[in-house]
């Protein structure tokens, strides 16, 4: 009797060792599936960054010197993106990042005319 008893007691044990490897290799798979998406969204974001950065030249020359709501709007999207952590590259011709207003700001056209 005492020896069945220590040979349940056994297989007890190898059947919850191979439980814990079970949940375990779960653990290793959902952490692998986790990093997996991790990377993808990365790439992703890093993709949509770089499109958006590459728009931003051409909606701040069509924004740019405009009395219209595009200004503001434009300068808004900058600004959230800018809070979100994103680098846009100033204009090569004037330096901003931003478009100014043909009305609010008529000095700094007055000073700065077209090229």
Known sequence: MKK???QEKKQEKKQEKKQEKKQEKKQEKK???KQEKKQECCSGCQKREHIIQEIHWMARRYAHGR????V???NEA???GQALGMEFKP???DGL???KDAQLDREWFEKNPRK
């Open 67 to 70: 009395a219209t709501y595009a």
């Open 72 to 74: 503001s709007m434009f």
């Open 97 to 99: 990042v931003e478009a």
């Open 78 to 80: 900058i600004r959230l």
């Open 31 to 33: 952490q692998e599936k």
């Open 91 to 93: 204009d090569p011709i």
């Open 4 to 6: 069945e008893k220590k």
